[in-house]
């Protein structure tokens, strides 16, 4: 198989640091030959450091979009708490 997207939710859920960057690592050679990912994450700081464009979702509903050079702990909260 050759896909296009990778889904990933909660990718580094209840594992140590040196893990998460192995597995960082991986999403960004995946990344860079040209695979897609989408990332579901609750944590703010993965979601930053590894996103080019965030949706915020609460209550089912997409409430915000963000582009990574805009994106904020704080934008991301008022975005969350609508």
């Known amino acids: 198989m050759n896909p296009k997207l990778l889904i990933l939710d909660e990718p580094t859920r209840g594992i140590d640091v040196g893990a998460k ?3 960082y690592s991986v999403m960004n050679e995946l990344i860079n ?3 897609s ?3 579901i994450s609750s944590e703010l700081g993965e ?3 590894m996103s080019d464009r965030i ?3 609460a209550e089912s509903e997409i409430k915000g979009e963000l ?3 805009d994106a904020t ?3 991301i909260m008022q975005l969350a708490t609508q």
Do not use: D, H, N, S
């Open 21 to 23: 960057f192995e597995i």
């Open 33 to 35: 030959k040209g695979m």
């Open 37 to 39: 990912i989408i990332m």
């Open 47 to 49: 979601v930053l450091g």
């Open 55 to 57: 949706y915020v979702m």
């Open 67 to 69: 582009l990574a050079e």
């Open 73 to 75: 702990q704080e934008k």
